[in-house]
């Protein structure tokens, strides 16, 4: 294999694959990248197994330099490549296999000869394109994956916690992330006719937030088995969570006897106070509303306690007293990304809703606290 | 205790005490910052016993607010108190110790009641100034630390290695930092007549950079048992290191029979890029210099290998290999801050020495090191 290429073109490449190596796999060959120049094209794939990313670059394309000179694969350890295309102070780049594994990647007065690893050992990853597709704006996706998988499971208890349903039945998509303590909702519509129920990882999310551009359109394709997001010439395949998805919307109340709106901004920052207050490294926080005045406190045997006055937009209903966890709640309206937040509730032990007042594509179900003060 | 002050005031005031406590003090009195109100002043004290920095802000500036209703003094928590005065969202803060140590903290609409120490138990810090006194410009004593403090050793073996030699004997201040393997050196000169030989440990000292404002006289008062660094209002006190420190001068060469100058964001980046090849966690770099060629090079059974070609300003001498630690090098060219270094070598097992060469106040030692190769 020898070719010569722009830095920022293979630097950029090399950094989107990337995302999908762990360092410390237990396969030697995963830790590495694969290069494979064919048929006039490079391909360059990053792998931990669960998440694989591929992205091809195809020649003559007027805005960058990119020269075959002989085809072949290598695979080389992602932390070296990364950090030699980075810090070389060149605009082009060459990378030639010598002799056996060893690889030679130079770029002006610099070069380096390294250790690479035989391609043909590296695990076969299955490409294919799902035929069950969908197009979504990245925008929207982003959207989708910020508002919800932040309230996925960190626990490996029940894996399917662990990821965001996506179910399609007709026109609607519905995503949906829980621990079992919050939930988020997102529907948005697509286009077309679309029957899936998948659970995708939320790491998988994470690295497709990071990798999409905001102005594009984002391939989605679905099997029983894998999702894929195209993003232009760069393809995030993930595996999928085994198992069915928790029936929630039985969870979701409809009928509430309070109702408090407040500038998301003015909650955000009363709950970020008293957020050092915490009682076995929770922070509980009591809200006290009434038609008078709305309060916001924490207590903390070691610490001390807060109180703090917010100014309601709205407030109807009794008089309420209700605890949650802090960080749910600041999680939850964060995420909503709004001005303004309103917050449903059916009773002082009853799980509560919060919206963007001006979204109602999103809502954030979260289960009060009982505290004994 | 009782008293109102602008937020800004308190919480820059709190940010630079709190540089010397540690949350982890065996000591609880020590996680927390002692607040005073005595004679009209507000006084407030941190410590970690080894370095303890103490801040007073006077009565009727113009340009704040700082009414006394109640003199008292308490200890809070310091991360409790900064993290209350940073988020708070009001300009003025009131501080008033309630009932025994419980301490409210208010401004606008929140209040937060904190469980405080009370301050008899705070240990009693002598901050009586020693009568040795020299005062020396702010980015004076900054590039002191900065050209010299990253040679000092994080070993404790042998303990006053882990500090910053301080020794006049007339007009002159010699600053000599060693971990035995490397060595910086810094002279400037003094107004008047000074003499001592003390050691400072390396964290004070880097406490001590971040503390100064650059447009400012630092009066440094020492003693046989602590220095303190005067910046305004601010003191910051430290022990000093007990222990004869080696006698250095005759380490370094007066001859040299090679001189290298070189550009030095060349070397910096050139070792930069190789410093990933390592051999045991530590990057080797060899370099081979002639009238023809300055080559940088380094090698790995493991990794591989790296050839790099260095345009010199100026090479005088034989053909010369020498091998040294590349982050030894980095760190004492990228601290002499120039855009030219010059490197003299007497031998390729002797000690070479790195200067900028623009400013002779500093010098960098290294010993190089055996390869085999």
Redesign the interface.
């Known amino acids: 294999m020898n070719f010569k290429i722009s830095k920022r073109i293979l630097f950029n490449a090399l950094s989107v694959v990337a995302r999908a190596i762990s360092a410390n796999s237990p396969l030697p060959w995963l830790t590495g990248v694969k290069i494979e120049i064919k048929d006039g094209e490079l391909i360059l794939t990053g792998s931990d197994s669960d998440i694989s990313i591929q992205k091809i670059i195809q020649k003559n394309e007027d805005d960058y330099v990119f020269e075959i000179q002989k085809e072949g694969s290598i695979v080389i ?1 992602a ?2 490549i990364l ?2 295309v980075r ?3 060149a605009d082009e780049i060459t990378v030639q296999v010598l002799d056996g594994n ?1 690889t030679k990647i130079s770029g002006h ?7 690479g690893m035989k391609s043909s050992e590296y695990p076969s990853i299955d490409f294919t394109m799902p035929t069950k597709q969908f197009e979504i704006h990245a925008d929207q996706l982003l959207k989708i994956i910020t508002q919800t998988s932040f309230a996925t499971s960190d626990k490996e208890t029940r894996p399917v916690l662990t990821g965001v349903n996506f179910k399609a039945d007709g026109p609607n998509l519905e995503c949906v992330a829980t621990d079992s303590f919050r939930l988020a909702k997102k529907i948005i519509k697509l286009d077309g006719d679309n029957h899936f129920n998948v659970t995708i990882p939320a790491k998988t999310l994470g690295e497709v937030a990071k990798t999409i551009d905001r102005d594009t359109n984002v391939l989605i394709a679905i099997s029983d088995k894998k999702a894929q997001f195209w993003i232009d010439n760069t393809v995030i395949q993930t595996r999928l969570i085994d198992g069915l998805y928790p029936e929630t919307s039985r969870l979701i109340p409809t009928e509430f006897m309070y109702e408090l709106t407040l500038d998301a901004r003015d909650i955000l ?2 709950i ?2 008293a957020s ?2 915490k009682s076995e490294g929770v922070s509980i926080i009591k809200l006290s509303a009434s038609g008078k005045e709305i309060l916001i406190s924490s207590k903390s045997q ?9 100014n309601a937009i709205h407030y109807k209903g009794n008089p309420l007293e209700i605890s949650f966890s802090g960080r749910y709640v600041f999680d939850a309206v964060r995420v909503l990304n709004g001005t303004v937040v309103k917050i449903e509730f059916s009773g002082e032990m009853k799980p509560f809703i919060i919206r963007n007042a001006e979204d109602d594509s999103v809502l954030q179900l979260i289960l009060p606290v009982r505290t004994y003060s």
Do not use: M, P, Q
């Not at 007065?109 to 250790?115: D, G, P, Q, R, V």
């Not at 070691?302 to 917010?310: A, I, N, P, T």
């Open positions: 350890e932390k070296y950090d030699i810090k070389i102070d060893l007065s610099a070069e380096f000869n390294i250790n920052n009363a970020d106070r050092f207050i070691e610490v001390g306690s807060s109180l703090e006055k917010l």
